[in-house]
């Protein structure tokens, strides 16, 4: 688990295919590996992943045909930029919100403008986790737990402060731009508790409908 708190910001040191799959060589930059230890997992870009070797500037991880799939890990070159996060300890400051390191989908950057020091960015999630994305709830970008200004259906704004552009790799965001989307834990697993026992049904149960929450007892009149 992790906190969407951005701790450093690294680059790819080297890629290597292996049959598939790819090992990744990271340099961590100012993020602290002196209890780190091969196992460990650490957020690169949001992705969560296995600590297999370590040296003085970094470290080298695995990534599975799976991860490749749903990330945009597989279209990191050497000398880009990554978001750096340890996992979370029961003494962590949870700053951010609970972050599993397990991407929902690919999102694509589709516009910024600055507004003062701030910039706001526009991003297009997929359709299928439009459903998770409120406005005011929290959303992880790259492995940064940001909070939602706006929403137009799968489209979402975000309002970016000077100190998280300066920290992450957000700075470097522009249009056109893939990142790595994982929607609110909560709004996951509310979702899957409103299916009831249905959910045991081949194909997950039906979907969330304006029905099935009147059922529930959301929003249905009232005596």
């Known amino acids: 688990m992790f906190t969407g708190i951005i701790q450093a910001v690294g680059t790819i040191a080297s890629t290597e295919n292996r049959g598939g799959d790819l090992r990744l060589g990271i340099n961590t930059g100012k993020l602290p590996l002196d209890d780190v230890r091969p196992g460990d ?63 929902d989908g690919i999102g694509k950057v589709t516009a910024r403008t600055a507004d003062a020091r701030s910039v706001r960015f526009t991003i297009q999630a997929p359709d299928g986790l439009a459903r998770y994305i409120a406005v005011k709830g ?36 522009q249009p056109g731009r893939a990142v790595n989307l994982e929607v609110d834990l909560v709004a996951r697993y509310l979702e899957r508790l409103l299916q009831g026992e249905a959910a045991a049904n081949p194909g997950g149960g039906p979907a969330i409908t304006r029905e099935l929450l009147e059922s529930c007892g959301f929003g249905a009149d009232r005596d």
């Open 41 to 103: 997992s650490i957020a690169v870009s949001g992705v969560c992943l296995t600590v297999v070797e370590l040296s003085a500037t970094g470290f080298v991880a695995d990534v599975s045909g799976e991860t490749l799939g749903l990330t945009t890990l597989g279209q990191l070159a050497v000398s880009d930029r990554v978001n750096l996060e340890q996992a979370l300890t029961l003494a962590t400051r949870l700053g951010g919100h609970l972050v599993s390191g397990h991407v």
């Open 138 to 173: 929290s959303i992880c970008v790259d492995g940064i737990s940001l909070t939602v200004n706006a929403v137009d259906g799968a489209a979402f704004e975000l309002n970016i402060v000077p100190h998280t552009l300066a920290e992450t790799t957000m700075q470097d965001f």
